[in-house]
């Protein structure tokens, strides 16, 4: 199992340039998590899938963000134009939860991140 | 809604000492709660997590947490801190009703081990 593969690792970019942040989450989860890390506010849950479908968008920052999942195999997150504010780690994490009481068996499996930086 | 507060986001420990990091919970309905472990340039793993069965919990790597509910705490401790320990940790809370999908973070403390 290769785990959750998140590329690239490090994205150094302009600000006004698109990013597109990828992530493979592990076979035969239905669940798919987009989280950002900052110092200033740690880890915040931006988006999550289930089934391929977004379930909750809510703490996507505005509307510059979008993420899509294709297929179960596949997610991006994208920030155009992006901004020296959205420098941060972003985690993509996958379980097998499927949204029923069952899932808390399941933790979530993170990636190790894309370090973004926007200059 | 539910959230977690660490207290000390910096703690430091002797190698071979006691390591105790604080978690309260705050939550309406019976909360799952989890302990996470951060290493450096990675993501985070799952060190333990309560799920309202025995309060005392045990995870890998020699942790352990308990469940008090009377003092809405869930403090994570390892009898003997080894060097490999150095990591950032993170409390979670989960409403017991949707498992991962509203898992809320606490802000983390980063654990120091000193030789």
């Known amino acids: 199992d290769a785990g959750v593969i998140q590329s690239p690792r490090h994205e150094v970019t302009e600000m006004g340039q698109e990013v597109t942040l990828r992530c493979k989450p592990i076979?035969?989860?239905?669940?798919l998590f987009w989280y950002r890390q900052t110092m200033m506010r740690g880890l915040e849950l931006l988006i999550y899938f289930n089934n391929n479908v977004p379930i909750d968008d809510s703490g996507m920052p505005e509307d510059r963000f979008s993420a899509k999942m294709p297929n179960a195999s596949f997610s991006t997150l994208k920030i155009q134009p992006s901004e020296p504010r959205d420098s941060a780690v972003y985690f993509c994490?996958?379980?097998?939860?499927?949204?029923?009481?069952?899932?808390?068996?399941?933790?979530?499996?993170f990636g190790n991140g894309t370090r973004l930086t926007v200059t | 809604a539910q959230s977690v507060t660490q207290l000390g986001s910096h703690v430091s420990v002797s190698e071979g000492a006691l390591v105790l990091l604080r978690c309260n919970y705050s939550s309406s309905v019976p909360p799952y709660l989890f302990w996470y472990v951060q290493y450096p340039n990675q993501g985070l793993q799952l060190l333990l997590k309560?799920?309202?069965?025995?309060?005392l919990v045990k995870g890998i790597n020699g942790f352990e947490a308990e469940f008090k509910k009377s003092e809405t705490s869930f403090h994570l401790t390892k009898p003997s801190a080894h060097m490999s320990d150095a990591a950032e940790y993170f409390c979670a809370v989960s409403l017991s009703n949707f498992g991962n999908e509203k898992l809320t973070f606490g802000t983390g403390t980063r654990l120091t081990i000193i030789p």
């Open positions: 076979s035969g989860h239905n669940s």
């Open positions: 309560y799920t309202s069965a025995a309060t």
């Open positions: 994490a996958s379980s097998p939860g499927t949204g029923n009481p069952r899932s808390y068996n399941s933790p979530l499996h």
